[in-house]
């Protein structure tokens, strides 16, 4: 997909170079509408990219995410599909069109696509910032190699924590997953961790900092029970503690969940007249890729509908 030209009103923007995105941007290439999309990356895939063997896509073999969003992105018709390659600053409304600003650009559309999906938080504990890319990471898939034969902290209990944690005990010694609670993960990912003689769990466990300094030496961990703390030895630490929505950008009155997740009707429209969400920034979103790319082209087909009246 390459940039072609500049329009002054675009039928669609879609904000987000997710699968969700990418997904909204075919369709609104299939469809004939003239179509925006902004990705700050110089990539494409989002969260999906860090994943090495995607298992919730249809797909006749294995697929990583950055395969995946590849495969979409070069689907698109660069001569109907304008890549631009910046973050959305902000979503205004303008009479009868909604404005989006970039840093170098700023459009006027008749429909917006919000997908620009959630980050990943961070744990927010003493000496995590200092030693992010010194042992701290958020990608197995990238960074796991760095760590092979050593003893690695993944944290947390979801499916993102069990999929990393499956993909580092194939190169780390060991791989200790911390968990606050019972795992929330779903059962396939759970009996294949347990299933691993170099994974082992800490239960009802926090971490409270992240120790070293040149470089990651081990982890403080506190019992949520008792309040015991103790330091658990370890060279790097992997924080999946769930996701923030991205959603910066959009205008107050967008209204949001207590979460921070933009609430839609079940036709993925906003509160903003002109604006969906779609994804994992979207209250109510299914949580898989599939949900991702149902929501997409949900949201595209009623865009259509309604620019066609």
Request: with cysteine; charged share 20%.
């Amino acid at each position: 997909m390459t940039s072609r030209r500049r329009r002054d009103v675009w039928d669609l923007v879609v904000i987000g170079g997710g699968i969700a995105g990418l997904t909204a941007a075919w369709h609104g290439m299939r469809r004939g509408l003239a179509t925006a999309l902004f990705e700050p990356g110089p990539g494409y895939g989002g969260q999906v990219a860090t994943v090495n063997a995607l298992d919730d896509w249809p797909a006749t073999g294995p697929v990583s995410g950055v395969e995946l969003a590849a495969t979409l992105a070069n689907a698109l018709d660069g001569e109907v599909v304008e890549a631009m390659h910046e973050s959305v600053a902000a979503v205004r409304v303008e009479g009868e069109h909604l404005r989006v600003e970039s840093a170098t650009h700023s459009v006027r559309s008749r429909r917006v696509i919000a997908a620009s999906g959630a980050a990943l938080k961070s744990l927010g504990v003493t000496g995590e910032g200092a030693l992010r890319g010194k042992g701290v990471s958020q990608c197995a898939h990238c960074d796991g190699g760095f760590f092979r034969n050593q003893d690695v902290v993944v944290v947390g209990g979801g499916d993102a924590a069990l999929q990393e944690a499956l993909v580092l005990a194939g190169v780390c010694r060991s791989v200790t997953i911390v968990a606050r609670s019972r795992l929330k993960a779903r059962a396939a990912y759970t009996e294949r961790a347990a299933s691993k003689t170099n994974v082992v769990f800490v239960w009802e466990s926090e971490v409270t900092a992240v120790l070293g300094e040149a470089g990651v030496t081990g982890v403080r961990l506190r019992n949520v029970k008792t309040g015991a703390q103790t330091d658990y030895p370890c060279s790097g630490v992997f924080p999946f503690i769930g996701v923030a929505a991205e959603t910066s950008y959009l205008p107050l009155q967008v209204k949001r969940n207590a979460a921070g997740l933009v609430v839609t009707d079940g036709e993925m429209r906003s509160s903003l007249p002109g604006l969906y969400a779609i994804g994992a920034l979207r209250a109510g979103y299914g949580g898989d890729l599939v949900s991702a790319a149902g929501e997409a082209a949900l949201a595209v087909a009623n865009v259509t509908r309604e620019l066609s009246l």
